[in-house]
Structures are given as structure tokens and as C-alpha cells.
T-cell receptor, first 109, second 113 residues
Framework: QQPVQSPQAVILREGEDAVINCSSS?????VHWYRQKHGEAPVFLMI?????EQKGHDKISASFNEKKQQSSLYLTASQLSYSGTYFC??????????FGTGTRLQVFP | DAGITQSPRHKVTETGTPVTLRCHQT?????MYWYRQDPGHGLRLIHYSYGVKDTDKGEVSDGYSVSRSKTEDFLLTLESATSSQTSVYFC????????????FGSGTQLSVL
């Protein structure tokens, strides 16, 4: 079952912040985050393992609340290069990585 | 960049025709995945492999089969293509189970007319 991402789309001005959420109805072992530019392949951002982990990647960070089966991606002081579609992928300690439907982020000058 | 190549990059075929997509890696990674991407559905897992001749189904496996006779190659076959299989197909590789990051190929745009 695909995780649910919200919002479906976000429009920002440069310098603004955004939060993208990912939730699952099943217990999770890990959560992945990827970004995809138009016409390109998805690119890895970060993985969070169960344990309430929080990670950062430049001005992009994420948290994972295993009890709530949720993860959030935080984009701070957004840049034009942040534009793209963000996908969360969830894993239940199996070999499968199941992706959400994506959140389209557009950053304007 | 991870060494992963998909072929062909683009293909147009007719309904009822068999089609095979190839994913080739030079990283010696154990895990390989096939996803399809459609508007509104994100990335959906078709099949995956956890070793040579070891494969399993994903979320949307009906109408697809896979084979992996060598570590470096993972083939996706549409036995009789249908218009609903028009999509962008991505192959991905990983060094371990889904707790490790995936590297994606550039994708194959398949159109079934």
C-alpha cells in the first residue's frame, strides 16, 4: 500500500520554507526521500531508520516518527534548485521500497 | 554516478507485441528493481530481484515478467503489451535491502499504440 504524501503541490518564493509529509498505515522500518527534476531520474536525498531519527542535507532535513508511522521533509530558505517532485519511499524491513505519489514543489524568484 | 544503463531509452510498439526492457549495472549490486511512473501514481514497484535468479513481485506485477541470469542484467518483459502499459519505466539498484539508498537509471519511455 502506497504511503500518503501531503500536500500534493507547493508553490514558494525563494527563501521561504516548506514541509512535506509522508504517512503510512503500516509500521515502518525506514523512510527514504528522493527528488526528481522534470525529465530526469529520481535522486536520493536521505534515509531515516526507525528510532525517531532526524537527518539533514544542506538546508533540507527530515524526521521520522515511527510511532505515528510518519516522516516529514523540511526545506528551509528554499532555492530555485529545490524545484522538482519529492517522493518518500517506505520500507517495512523487507526488500521492497514502496513510494508515495509525490509532492510537486515549485520555487519562484 | 552509479553505473546503471537502461535500454532502449524510447520505444513505440503496438498492442499485443512482446517488449523487453534491459537494465545493466556495473556496480555489482545485489538488489535491482523495476518501477513504472505514471502521472498521479508516483513510482510503483513492478518486480525486484535480490540475487541471480531470485526475483519477487511488487505492487503492479500483472502483465510483466522479469529475469536475472547475471548479476549485472535485469530484464523486464511485457509478454503482450497493452495501452495501459504506456509509461516511463525506471530501473534502480541497491547494495542492500531497502534500508540502503537506490540509484536510478535514466528511464525508458514506452508507448503502446
Amino acid at each position: 500500500q502506497q504511503p500518503v504524501q501531503s500536500p500534493q503541490a507547493v508553490i514558494l518564493r525563494e527563501g521561504e520554507d516548506a514541509v512535506i509529509n509522508c504517512s503510512s498505515s503500516k509500521a515502518l522500518y525506514s523512510v527514504h526521500w528522493y527528488r526528481q527534476k522534470h525529465g530526469e531520474a529520481p535522486v536520493f536525498l536521505m534515509i531515516l531508520l526507525k528510532g525517531g531519527e532526524q537527518k539533514g542535507h544542506d538546508k533540507i532535513s527530515a524526521s521520522f516518527n515511527e510511532k505515528k508511522q510518519q516522516s516529514s521533509l523540511y526545506l528551509t530558505a528554499s532555492q530555485l534548485s529545490y524545484s522538482g517532485t519529492y517522493f518518500c519511499g517506505t520500507n517495512r524491513n523487507t526488500d521492497k521500497l514502496i513510494f508515495g505519489t509525490g509532492t510537486r514543489l515549485q520555487v519562484f524568484p | 554516478d552509479a553505473g546503471i544503463t537502461q535500454s532502449p531509452r524510447h520505444k513505440v510498439t503496438e498492442t499485443g507485441t512482446p517488449v523487453t526492457l534491459r537494465c545493466h549495472q556495473t556496480e555489482n549490486h545485489r538488489y535491482m528493481y523495476w518501477y513504472r511512473q505514471d502521472p498521479g501514481h508516483g513510482l510503483r514497484l513492478i518486480h525486484y530481484s535480490y540475487g541471480v535468479k531470485d526475483t519477487d513481485k511488487g505492487e503492479v506485477s500483472d502483465g510483466y515478467s522479469v529475469s536475472r541470469s547475471k548479476t549485472e542484467d535485469f530484464l523486464l518483459t511485457l509478454e503482450s503489451a497493452t495501452s495501459s502499459q504506456t509509461s516511463v519505466y525506471f530501473c534502480a539498484i541497491s547494495g542492500g535491502p531497502a534500508g540502503e539508498k537506490l540509484f536510478f537509471g535514466s528511464g525508458t519511455q514506452l508507448s503502446v499504440l
